[in-house]
């Protein structure tokens, strides 16, 4: 099922549009899962198909959504590879500037601590292997 393009007209000129949208995509199957796993309120017999139905659905009315001219000025996009770009090149809006720099600021820091959260991951497994074989060299005396 396709989302009706005039329902989503209308729904594009009446809503108040905020100074900046941001559109957090993810690949379809990821969604899938999360859903399944979380549930959701809108589908009540929770199926493999009943979810897969929604979240297209979903997907595809987000991606006609942020098409129309009064909505695609204000709308930055971060994919799943935490990739950021606005749906239109607008250099003269102030707010999309200055929201695309706060996240690329805040994913620049969270890449940064999954770093140290993994080399600290790293440490700590090195030194458990270390604990055995010290363990072992003593019990082997």
């Known amino acids: 099922m396709e989302p009706n393009n005039q329902d989503l007209a209308t729904f594009a000129k009446l ?8 559109y957090l995509q993810q690949q379809e199957a990821v969604l899938i ?4 796993t979380r549930g959701h309120k809108r589908i009540p017999n929770i199926s493999y198909a009943q979810v897969e139905k929604f979240i297209r659905f979903t997907v ?3 991606e006609e959504i ?8 204000n709308v930055l996009i971060v994919n799943c590879d935490r990739k950021i770009h606005p749906v239109q090149d ?6 999309l500037l ?11 820091i969270a890449n940064q601590e999954s770093i140290e959260e993994i080399s600290l ?15 072992g060299d003593k019990e082997d005396k």
């Open 121 to 135: 991951i790293q440490q700590g497994l090195g030194a458990r292997k270390g604990d055995k074989e010290d363990k």
């Open 33 to 36: 899962e999360r859903t399944l």
């Open 90 to 95: 607008n250099q003269n809006n102030s707010s």
């Open 66 to 73: 942020v098409k129309f001219s009064t909505i695609k000025n």
């Open 60 to 62: 595809s009315t987000l």
């Open 98 to 108: 200055l929201a695309r720099k706060l996240l690329e600021q805040g994913i620049n």
């Open 15 to 22: 809503i108040a549009v905020p100074d900046v949208a941001i």
